[in-house]
Protein backbone atom coordinates (compact mmCIF):
# COMPACT_ATOMS: atom_id res chain seq x y z
CA UNK A 1 0.00 0.00 0.00
CA UNK A 2 1.53 3.51 -1.14
CA UNK A 3 1.99 6.34 2.14
CA UNK A 4 3.36 9.13 1.73
CA UNK A 5 4.77 10.91 4.91
CA UNK A 6 5.03 14.81 5.42
CA UNK A 7 6.91 16.51 7.70
CA UNK A 8 8.57 20.07 7.84
CA UNK A 9 5.55 22.22 8.39
CA UNK A 10 4.91 24.86 11.35
CA UNK A 11 4.90 28.54 11.73
CA UNK A 12 6.91 31.13 10.62
CA UNK A 13 6.63 34.83 10.21
CA UNK A 14 6.77 36.84 7.20
CA UNK A 15 10.12 36.36 4.85
CA UNK A 16 10.76 33.25 7.07
CA UNK A 17 11.97 29.82 5.01
CA UNK A 18 10.66 26.37 6.04
CA UNK A 19 11.45 23.07 3.86
CA UNK A 20 9.07 20.28 3.84
CA UNK A 21 9.65 16.61 3.12
CA UNK A 22 7.80 13.88 2.12
CA UNK A 23 8.41 10.43 1.53
CA UNK A 24 6.81 8.05 -0.31
CA UNK A 25 6.60 4.08 0.13
CA UNK A 26 5.08 0.91 -0.56
CA UNK A 27 5.02 0.59 -4.36
CA UNK A 28 6.97 -1.83 -6.37
CA UNK A 29 6.81 0.75 -9.34
CA UNK A 30 8.86 3.74 -9.80
CA UNK A 31 6.91 6.98 -8.93
CA UNK A 32 7.00 9.46 -11.42
CA UNK A 33 5.57 12.92 -10.96
CA UNK A 34 6.11 14.24 -7.59
CA UNK A 35 4.56 17.68 -6.16
CA UNK A 36 3.11 19.86 -3.78
CA UNK A 37 -0.29 21.06 -3.59
CA UNK A 38 -2.00 23.70 -0.90
CA UNK A 39 -5.54 24.07 0.39
CA UNK A 40 -6.26 27.46 2.24
CA UNK A 41 -9.31 27.90 4.09
CA UNK A 42 -12.31 28.39 2.22
CA UNK A 43 -10.05 27.52 -1.10
CA UNK A 44 -9.86 25.31 -3.25
CA UNK A 45 -6.48 22.63 -3.64
CA UNK A 46 -3.89 24.46 -5.72
CA UNK A 47 -0.44 22.69 -7.27
CA UNK A 48 2.74 24.84 -5.77
CA UNK A 49 5.11 22.79 -7.84
CA UNK A 50 6.21 19.35 -9.25
CA UNK A 51 8.73 17.56 -10.53
CA UNK A 52 9.01 14.56 -13.01
CA UNK A 53 11.62 11.79 -12.34
CA UNK A 54 13.78 12.95 -14.58
CA UNK A 55 14.37 16.55 -12.79
CA UNK A 56 11.81 18.86 -14.97
CA UNK A 57 9.79 21.31 -12.82
CA UNK A 58 6.84 23.31 -12.61
CA UNK A 59 5.78 26.20 -10.16
CA UNK A 60 2.69 28.24 -10.00
CA UNK A 61 3.58 31.76 -10.20
CA UNK A 62 3.11 32.31 -6.69
CA UNK A 63 5.86 30.93 -5.67
CA UNK A 64 8.22 31.00 -8.96
CA UNK A 65 11.35 32.30 -7.99
CA UNK A 66 10.63 32.00 -4.00
CA UNK A 67 9.85 28.22 -3.54
CA UNK A 68 12.02 25.44 -4.51
CA UNK A 69 11.26 22.08 -5.44
CA UNK A 70 13.64 18.88 -5.51
CA UNK A 71 13.78 15.26 -4.82
CA UNK A 72 15.72 12.22 -4.30
CA UNK A 73 14.58 8.95 -6.08
CA UNK A 74 17.03 6.57 -4.75
CA UNK A 75 14.68 7.76 -1.33
CA UNK A 76 11.58 8.55 -2.62
CA UNK A 77 11.02 11.65 -0.97
CA UNK A 78 10.09 14.59 -2.08
CA UNK A 79 11.20 18.53 -0.63
CA UNK A 80 10.18 21.71 -1.09
CA UNK A 81 12.24 24.78 -0.07
CA UNK A 82 10.03 27.73 0.73
CA UNK A 83 11.85 31.19 1.12
CA UNK A 84 10.62 34.57 1.53
CA UNK A 85 7.47 33.23 2.66
CA UNK A 86 3.90 35.57 2.75
CA UNK A 87 0.84 35.29 5.04
CA UNK A 88 -0.90 34.34 1.65
CA UNK A 89 1.34 31.14 1.42
CA UNK A 90 -0.91 29.76 4.63
CA UNK A 91 -2.22 26.25 3.73
CA UNK A 92 -2.67 22.76 4.17
CA UNK A 93 0.48 21.54 2.18
CA UNK A 94 -0.31 18.22 0.88
CA UNK A 95 2.14 15.49 -0.97
CA UNK A 96 1.27 14.10 -4.47
CA UNK A 97 2.89 11.37 -6.27
CA UNK A 98 2.21 9.29 -9.32
CA UNK A 99 2.59 5.68 -9.96
CA UNK A 100 1.92 3.87 -13.42
CA UNK A 101 1.31 0.94 -13.27
CA UNK A 102 -0.02 -1.68 -16.55
CA UNK A 103 -0.65 1.40 -18.68
CA UNK A 104 -2.91 2.98 -15.89
CA UNK A 105 -1.71 6.20 -13.35
CA UNK A 106 -2.81 6.42 -10.00
CA UNK A 107 -1.97 9.25 -7.64
CA UNK A 108 -1.22 8.98 -4.34
CA UNK A 109 -1.80 11.85 -1.34
CA UNK A 110 -0.52 12.58 2.00
CA UNK A 111 -2.04 13.94 4.79
CA UNK A 112 -1.30 17.44 4.71
CA UNK A 113 1.00 19.78 6.72
CA UNK A 114 0.08 23.11 8.47
CA UNK A 115 2.22 25.76 6.71
CA UNK A 116 1.42 28.93 8.75
CA UNK A 117 2.87 32.46 8.01
CA UNK A 118 2.48 35.69 10.36
CA UNK A 119 2.23 38.79 9.02
Known amino acids: QVQLVESGGGWVQAGGSLRLSCAAS????????MGWYRQAPGKQRELVAT???????KYADSVKGRFTISRDNAKNTVYMQMDSLKPEDTAVYYCNAAVTAFGYESHYWGQGTQVTVSS
Open 51 to 57: IGRGDSR
Open 26 to 33: GSIFSFNA
